[in-house]
């Protein structure tokens, strides 16, 4: 990842198992441990499904960033 952190944000992904927009192995199996080891603290749920953003993972979204705010 180039350049430097700034600040400490927090960040959700979730990524559908049978994605065929963004396959999710050349995409968040990749991308989310390098910003793990980039130091960004990273929330990370795979779910059945595809290119999709559920009610369910919005809610999923939603209730982490209300109850880990401490």
Same mark, same amino acid.
């Given at each position: 990842? /180039? !350049?430097?952190? *700034? !600040?400490? /944000?927090?960040l959700f992904v979730s990524h559908g198992v049978d994605d065929r927009?963004?396959?999710?192995?050349?995409?968040?199996?990749? =991308?989310? /441990?390098?910003? @793990?080891?980039? !130091?960004?603290? $990273?929330?990370?749920?795979?779910?059945? !499904?595809? *290119?999709? $953003?559920? /009610?369910?993972? $919005?809610?999923?979204? $939603?209730?982490?960033? =209300?109850?880990? @705010?401490?």
């Open positions: 990842m /180039p !350049g430097k952190l *700034h !600040g400490a /944000p927090k927009v963004l396959p999710i192995r050349a995409t968040s199996r990749k =991308i989310v /441990p390098a910003m @793990q080891r980039s !130091g960004y603290d $990273v929330r990370y749920e795979e779910f059945d !499904g595809g *290119h999709a $953003v559920t /009610p369910e993972r $919005v809610r999923g979204a $939603v209730d982490w960033f =209300i109850t880990d @705010q401490g």
